[in-house]
């Protein structure tokens, strides 16, 4: 039974599912170039599962070169809209633009996790959640976005679920867990953990 890991990530909202289910965890960020990897995946056509499921590996595989003997914990949440895989952004007048492409329309939210030892995935596992917003007004986007920190904003795309972006949906299907980034569940299940 594993009850620490490695997190190969920067992300303190994965940092704190796993701490909430008894998974302790030190953080080392894989600091990946995710940009560049999904525009090369996306030229050879692969779906955004792929895509999710390629950087949660690369971000596991790359830490766990580094700490040979640890268990590495990777993981990766993309947004498919239509078919589209939507980015976090840059700026506020991007996260503007992907509220709007986004508005009254439902979207997939893929979360794949990924765990290696030696440099090498041992296991791994895909989630997904469909999440349908409302229609809303440009004005109701505008005031939505001047609620969120930027630092909220650029670390989690343009809506966290655990906060004020759960008031921008009409439906949500899935695993919380997964929805925030890490389907943790089964992350216990692979490590033998009970609460």
């Known amino acids: 039974m594993v009850k620490k890991i490695i997190l190969a990530s920067k992300s303190g909202v994965r940092k704190k599912i796993l701490e909430k289910n ?3 965890c ?3 960020p894989s600091n990946v170039d995710e940009d560049s990897i999904k525009e090369s995946l996306l030229k050879e056509r692969a779906s955004p599962t792929i895509i999710s499921k390629n950087l949660a590996e690369l971000k596991a595989n790359k830490i766990s070169q580094k700490f040979i003997e640890e268990i590495v914990l990777g993981a990766d949440s ?3 809209l239509e078919g589209e895989i939507i980015s976090k952004p840059n700026n506020r007048v991007e996260a503007l633009e992907i509220l709007k492409r986004m508005n009254g329309k ?6 794949s996790v990924c765990i290696s030892r030696g440099g090498s995935m041992i296991w791994n596992y895909t ?4 999440l349908t917003m409302k229609n809303m007004t440009s004005l109701e986007l505008e005031n939505y976005l001047k609620k969120i920190s930027d630092k909220d904003l ?9 906060g004020e972006g759960r008031n921008l949906f009409s439906k949500i299907e ?5 929805i925030m980034g890490l389907p943790v ?4 299940e692979y490590l033998n953990i009970t609460r």
Do not use: R
């Open 127 to 130: 989630d997904k959640a469909s």
């Open 22 to 24: 008894n998974i302790q």
């Open 106 to 111: 439902t979207h997939q939210l893929i979360s």
């Open 78 to 80: 993309i947004i498919d």
């Open 26 to 28: 030190k953080i080392e």
């Open 154 to 162: 650029y670390a989690y795309n343009v809506y966290q679920i655990e």
């Open 185 to 188: 569940k089964k992350i216990k």
């Open 174 to 178: 899935g695993d919380e867990d997964t």
